[in-house]
C-alpha cells in the first residue's frame, strides 16, 4: 500500500501507454529531457526523436492523470549546459518539476568523462544569474534533489550533485528494468529476476520476502566509493536500461 512506483521515460511513447500505465497504479512518471533546443537535445540524448516527441509525451502523461510530471536533465559541458536556462524557461508555469542531474559514469556506453561534468553548484548559479531563488526542504525521507524554488513561485527546481556530493547513506531506491530485474543500485553490474517468481509463483508472499531479503542485504554505496571503484572489471548497467 505505501510503496511509491515511478517510472522513468524518454517520453516517447507515452501518448499509446499513459493511461494504461495509469491505470494499473503508477504513482509519478519521469521524462527525460536534456535539452529544449532540437538539435542540441538530439546530440545530447542520441535519439531520432525530436523534442516534440518527449513535450507531446508529458502532456499524455498529465492527461492521463499524473499529477505533475518531473522532467530530468543531464548536463554535460560543452554538449549542453546551455540548456539550463531554456529549459527552466519553458516549464515555468507548467507545474512540473524540472531536475537537473550531474553527468554520471554508469554503464559504459555514454563516454563519461570527468571533464563533461558541470557540478550542481554551477547549474544553481546559471539560474540564479536570471531568476532568484530559495532553497525548498526535502519532499520525503530519500530525497535526492537539493530543491529550489523560483521566488515568484513558478517553478520548482532540483538539483542532483551524484558526483559532487553523493547521498548514498538516504538512497531508499531499487530499480525495475523493462526486463523484470531488481537493482539496488544505479550502478550495480547485475539485478535480481523477479519476473520468474512473478510468473511462477501462485503465492503473493513470495514477491515480498524475495525484496525483503534483496533490499535488507544491501550495502550499495557506490558514488561514495566511486573512485575505489572506477576500475573494477565487471561493466556496471547502462543508464538507458535501468532508467533514471
Ligand atoms: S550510487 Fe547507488 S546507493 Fe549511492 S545514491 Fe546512487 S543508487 Fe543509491
Redesign the pocket.
Known sequence: GDLDLAMTTNGVLLGRHAAALRAAGLDRMTVSLDGIDDATFRRASDSPFGVSAVLDGIDAAVEAGFPRVKVNAVVRRGINEDQVVPLVEHFRGSGHVLRFIEF?DVGSTNGWTGSEVVPAAEIRAAIEARWPVEELPPSRHGE?AQRLRLRDGSAEVGLIS?MSS???D????A?LTADGRVH?????STGTDVRGLLRGSRRPGDLHTLLRRVWGG?D?????V?SALTRRADAPVEMSYIGG
Open positions: 554520471m535526492v551524484s553523493p547521498f548514498c538516504t538512497c531508499t531506491r530499480r539496488t543500485c544505479l550502478f550495480s544491501r550499495d554505496r557506490y558514488s561514495e566511486r
